[in-house]
């Protein structure tokens, strides 16, 4: 819709009036904006080069790329996490697949505060739109691959509650699950050997520390790690279909472009009001420092000390948790499931207290799709969080976490407006649509 040429010539009159509306708008005091003759791109210079720079930064995502998962760009292995994705038998019941929760009508998400599988969760499910470019996973990053991160809700007790076991079982005995994974990933054990291979069974671990079930107990070590292996490539899989779920070509995308080689008409994609929230977001209101870079979010934890669902006293720890489960994981980047793990993260990871009730910055690509907000869902509205933002109302406290960047913007009601209009300017669902529904059988090659 973007490229459509109507569409920019209608905006034209618009843009050009935004342009006399912030000129005149930058004889008012409070906004000082400085109009530069000289400037390479004179014709933009509405806005100051330090505003030109800190956008462009926000420009041109890369393409992903995962030293730990040398499968990421394999087409058959995104085409089984394709199908695995939407497969419920993967779940005990039958009844879950990962798009329950993240489903492609609700932005990758499930619409709802907290999630609900086979019970519910603890926390707010997130949107996977251009998940694959995270450095840690979960809100408490306590994966540090989008492989390691898939083996989770599989064994999850509140989500699928199935067993690596199972899910090694659904591959073998389903020929064209098991076609695409050996063309992948090499012969599979013989798992119709029910003595050395029992129908379902898992390891006590962080996600289900009841597990350690006598099925798996039986196994031999030799026979543990082969499914492990399995268990690890079922997740590799799924990472490769996951990094199809790029949003890279916002109507903020086209402006930037527009804005790096001075066409106009590129730029004026980008109404009046989400060009004045994007100066906010790079200026005054220091959005960019936690939503930074493309994919708008440092990768980091942060304490927004955003108020608990319920009211209550916060009991989540966050990161502090976090950090601990990621060092532990035999499927961590550094373990021998991985294809890569030398100077990894994981390696240099220490905990400390400020961890305490930190979350992962979200990014902010597609966020208009995915409400409501925050890791428990507690924000309904995109105006709910500006407003957040702007009073800071009913904060936690600040604890000894120590971030200061935080501090309330008293922003007037058009300032809100921009901020949200900017937001919603952050919005590309269109991928080849094939890949946000189930597969069928007309797209293996
Ligand atoms: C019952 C709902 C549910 C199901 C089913 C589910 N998820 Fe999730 N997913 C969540 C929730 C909730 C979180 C966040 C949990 C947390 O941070 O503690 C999450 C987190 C994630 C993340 C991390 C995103 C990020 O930004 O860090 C990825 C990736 C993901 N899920 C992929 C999957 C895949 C792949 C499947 C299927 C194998 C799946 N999910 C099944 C609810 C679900
Ligand atoms: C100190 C770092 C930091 C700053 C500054 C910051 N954010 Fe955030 N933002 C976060 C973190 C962390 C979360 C998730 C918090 C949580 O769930 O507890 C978040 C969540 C959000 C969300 C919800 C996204 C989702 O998918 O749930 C939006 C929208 C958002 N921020 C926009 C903004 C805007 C706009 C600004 C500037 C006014 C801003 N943020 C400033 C760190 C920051």
Known sequence: MIHDMRLVQRNLPCFVSSVFLLIFMSCAPRNVKFYSADSPHANNSIFTPREFRRILKHASLPQVSDPTNRHLDSEPAAQLGHRLFFDSRLSVNNKINCATCHDPAKGLADGKPIAEGLGTGRRHTPSLWNVAYN?????????????????????????????????????YGDAELRRLYESTFGELPTLSDDMRFPAQGKPASSVDLNADDAAWKSMNADDQDAINRVFANIGKSLAAYESKLVSRRSPFDVFAEGLATDDKNKMAVLSPAAQRGLM???????????????????????????????????????????????????FNATGVYSDEGTGSLVEFLINNPENWGRFKTPSLRNVARTAPYMHQGQFATLNEVIDYYSTLDKALPAGHHGETILQPLFLSDEE??????????????????????????????
């Open 280 to 330: 906010l977001f790079v200026g005054s209101a220091n959005c960019r420092v936690c939503h930074a870079g493309p994919n708008f979010t440092d990768g980091e934890f942060h304490d927004t000390r955003v108020p608990t669902l319920d009211g209550e006293q916060p009991t989540d720890p966050g990161r502090f948790n976090g950090v601990n489960e990621v060092i532990h994981d035999p």
């Open 416 to 445: 809100k407006h921009d901020l949200v209009a900017f937001l919603e300017s952050l919005t590309d669902e269109n991928i080849p649509p094939e890949w946000l529904v189930r597969a069928t059988a007309a797209t293996v090659p």
């Open 135 to 171: 450095r840690w996973f979960f809100w408490d990053g306590r994966a540090d691959s989008l492989w390691a991160q898939a083996l989770h809700p599989i064994e999850s007790p509140a989500e699928m509650g199935s067993s690596r076991l199972a899910a090694a079982h659904l591959i």
